[in-house]
């Protein structure tokens, strides 16, 4: 399953997303991760989520970014949830068309593995698609 949580900055996104990830991590019977661009996260995801910071490993796309989740799914197959947090900087691209086919891809990957992932993406109510909106929740 994926979800979705967009917003313009300040909307509380990220507050939501740590709340989840950690609420998540203290029930999960397997292994979350929290993805990030810089270190923002790291007082506020509790030790039982594995945070990782996506500087060192020059992410500049999302065909990277689903390399790098699926090498981190084949080292661990006990991945329940993938959080990611501002997905535009996650992926250095903010071309939603090419955020749609990630998130199919997320979709796909989810149900064939059993994964979970909730992503946080800043935008505009006028520039979500129709692709991106079908993952927002209520």
Known sequence: MVTVIAGLKGYGKTKQLIDLCNKTAHSSS????????GQKLKHD?????????????DIQSYQVLRGFITGLYAGNYDITDFFIDSL????????????????????SFGKENGVNFLITISISDAEITGGIRQYISA
């Open 45 to 57: 995801i509790k030790r039982n989520a594995r945070l990782i910071d996506t500087v060192p490993y």
């Open 30 to 37: 397997g292994s979350v991760i929290c993805i990030e661009r």
């Open 88 to 107: 535009f900087k996650v992926s250095n691209n903010g071309d939603t068309q090419e955020c749609e086919k990630f998130l199919q891809w997320c979709e």
